[in-house]
């Protein structure tokens, strides 16, 4: 099978401003692409990325799809939640396929009494009930990767140790008094047994990208549950170095389960070297998953070999799955509102 061939879904990347270039690319390649709206300051308020988002849409239409989100902001107001749900029909009024709730819940959002808040927090449930009772798909990023609570000489990526170097106020392992990584993940599985009929797109791996057992686990243990792939790809590298039939066993067991993502970053509108590096990614992740030889990469010192998932396998993380967890990329353009 050729790459460009296969009808692709890149089901996690964010479009902080237009860029021609990486949807000409796209076309090009067979992708079609999510754009996720995000909790995070540095990527401009939730309405901005909405209005973002929104244009990118109606310009490119079934090529492009958003996941919208909402905001913390002002969140213990007495109308916070009747707002908030009213953000959300107007996303996905405005063409949105889903929502997506961050890490800021569980990091760094706090109470009046300056206690952080836990993504399962009471205080939240009449959000996840709306969520849950109107069948809208729910993106969720809880936590952060494992290494994030290693000291840097055990960390498994070459990317966590220089970023972690360089952003000593974010790891976490620096700051014995914040939250666990084991607390963040039992925190999400509480609140996921409180809505056993909420579909859930669990991004990177669901924060579990260092063992695919227990992903594998949680996903036994959450019928509605997907994960997406998004810039974890490389953990999976990892895994297949030292056991490789484990990790194709892996996507081959949940082979319905999984969404291929990149987690990629559109921050400059005329930047081609952009659209260069997101198809460097595609292309190098692409032969991970389709070819079985031998390969490296600069994240970690050894050679591992590609996966050589069958053909069916392969349609189903690149674009089926994508169907299933968000049903409105099956509607036609002028049914979403």
């Keep these: 099978m ?28 067979n992708f079609q692409l999510i754009t996720v709206n995000v909790d995070f300051p540095e990527f401009g308020t939730v309405s901005q990325q909405l209005t973002i988002a929104r244009e990118l849409y109606l310009k490119a239409g079934e090529q492009l799809r958003f996941i919208a989100s909402f905001s913390m902001v002002n969140w213990l107001e007495a109308d916070w939640t009747e707002r908030t749900i009213a953000s959300i029909r107007e996303a996905l009024y405005q063409g949105a396929i889903g929502v997506k709730i961050w890490k800021n819940i569980g990091m760094t959002v706090r109470d009046a009494q300056g206690d952080l808040i836990g993504i399962d927090d009471s205080r939240l449930d009449p959000v996840f009930n709306f969520l849950e009772r109107e069948n809208i798909p729910l993106m969720m990023h809880q936590a952060e990767p494992k290494n994030c609570w290693l000291p840097l000489e055990e960390m498994t990526m070459r990317y966590d140790r220089e970023f972690f170097t360089a952003h000593p106020q974010q790891h976490m392992y620096l700051f014995p008094d914040m939250p666990s990584y084991e607390s963040l993940i039992a925190a999400r599985d509480r609140r996921l047994k409180k809505h056993s009929n909420l579909v ?10 260092w063992d695919v057992d227990v992903v594998a686990q949680f996903l036994q243990s959450f019928p509605k549950a997907y994960v997406d792939t998004a810039a974890r790809i490389n953990h999976l ?3 297949a170095r030292a056991d490789w039939e484990k990790v ?22 005329d930047d081609m070297k952009l659209a260069h590096g997101l198809e460097k990614q595609w292309l190098m992740e692409w032969r991970f998953l389709h070819a079985k030889e031998e390969m490296s990469t600069p994240e970690f010192e050894g050679s591992f070999y590609g996966l050589g998932l069958p053909e069916n396998v392969l349609q189903k993380i690149y674009y089926k799955n994508a169907l299933r967890a968000f049903p409105k990329l099956a509607q036609p353009l002028g049914a979403l509102n």
């Design 237 to 239: 590298m990892y895994q």
């Design 248 to 269: 194709r066993d892996f996507f081959i067991r949940y082979q319905d389960r999984i969404l291929y993502a990149t987690d990629y970053f559109i921050t400059s509108p």
């Design 200 to 209: 859930t797109i669990q991004a990177h791996l669901g924060s579990m990208e």
């Design 2 to 29: 050729e790459f460009k061939t296969l009808r692709k879904m890149d089901a996690h990347l964010h479009f902080n401003v237009p860029n021609e270039y990486v949807l000409r690319l796209a076309q090009n390649n």
